[in-house]
């Protein structure tokens, strides 16, 4: 089945030439079937390609999806044009009043920062207060996945000596969690950042499960006992190229960084990576949709939605 996105969003015609079936406006409403209302919070400097990215694969499933685009409306990036912005995304003032089966939180170049010295931090409490109150499952990927783990749970982060930064191998730690149904005992995932979760603080909190983890990475996926809350500290929407990119735009700014890790054929990087994580990547959001959003969700979204508690401390994340 399609995902449903605006007829003009430029990731339509990627998909369409990708023979992705993809839907457009027009086409669904003349379909009796209510989709589900996804919302992606879209927090990366290139907003086409996070698009085309995670729509590719929130596409590879049997349920219509209905994307609705987010984006802050205290901090204005300069990457994109606000008539773009204006176009195709909304903000949590135009939505604050809806109801979302789903919700995705993109990872943010900001990790170097201390939480709170994001521009836009106290606008992502809101959102993802928000999300406690009208969404009934949150997917956080990267950087959200660090902020929101610290924000929800007060588990913080630290520094790495150096970015992580490649593809790594990850384990199953709980193999018959539905988030991870059909996944291979160990899979790939693309890993660039240059900070990590406290480890010990969360294997401390009962509320939340580690379902997947690496050695070199730590933990590699987590979600809440209840599965309102999913966070996946990789980029498993990556492309082919994406690990190249971000190589060759730090070389040209003489940045410190090396080759990513167990990516170029023979470490070689004028030959072509192979794509070997989309599989697991499929796999993964058709479970966090089908599980955790589709089976949960009522027809009428205003029914049956548990809000979570606000506790004390929620604003600045501590406990």
């Known amino acids: ?6 007829d003009a969003l430029p990731a339509t015609k990627i998909l369409t030439e990708e023979n992705v079936f993809v839907m457009t406006e027009k086409r669904s409403q003349t379909q009796d079937i209510r989709p589900l209302r996804i919302a ?4 990366m400097p290139t907003k086409e390609k996070t698009e085309t990215q995670l729509l590719r694969l929130i596409s590879n499933t049997p349920l219509q999806v209905e994307i609705t685009l987010l984006r802050t409306g205290t901090y204005e990036g300069t990457h994109t044009s606000m008539d773009y912005l204006d176009t195709f995304y909304r903000t949590l003032t135009d939505v604050e009043n809806e109801f979302f089966d ?15 010295d994001v521009l836009y931090w106290e606008e992502l409490t809101r959102i993802m207060d928000w999300a406690d109150q009208r969404v009934f499952s949150t997917l956080f990927i990267c950087w959200a996945a660090q902020a929101g783990l610290y924000y929800h749970y007060g588990i913080n982060k630290h520094p790495l000596e150096q970015k992580l930064f490649g593809i790594f191998d990850t384990q199953v730690k709980v193999p018959h969690d539905r988030l991870l149904f059909g996944l291979d005992d160990t899979f790939t995932v693309p890993m660039s950042r240059h900070t990590a979760l406290d480890e010990a603080a969360l294997s401390s909190r009962k509320d939340i499960i580690v379902l997947a983890t690496s050695p070199e ?6 979600r809440s006992r209840d599965g ?3 966070f996946a500290t990789g980029h498993s929407e990556y492309d082919r190229d994406s690990l190249a990119h971000e190589y060759y735009r730090d070389l040209a700014k003489n940045l410190p960084i090396e080759l990513p890790r167990n990516y170029f054929p023979q470490d070689d990087a004028a030959q072509t990576p192979p794509l ?3 599989a697991h990547a499929s796999l993964l959001f058709s479970n966090w949709l089908n599980y955790f959003v589709y089976q949960e969700t009522p027809y009428e979204l205003s029914k049956g939605l548990r809000p979570l508690p606000t506790r004390p401390g929620t604003r600045t994340g501590k406990r």
Do not use: C, Q, S, Y
């Not at 089945?1 to 605006?6: C, G, Q």
């Not at 992606?40 to 927090?43: K, M, S």
């Open 1 to 6: 089945m399609p995902v449903k996105i605006p």
């Open 40 to 43: 992606i919070l879209n927090l």
């Open 102 to 116: 789903g919700l995705i939180i993109t990872g943010a170049p900001v990790e170097k920062l201390d939480f709170t």
């Open 217 to 222: 990475t730590g933990a590699a996926l987590v």
């Open 228 to 230: 309102r809350r999913v």
């Open 276 to 278: 070997r994580w989309h």
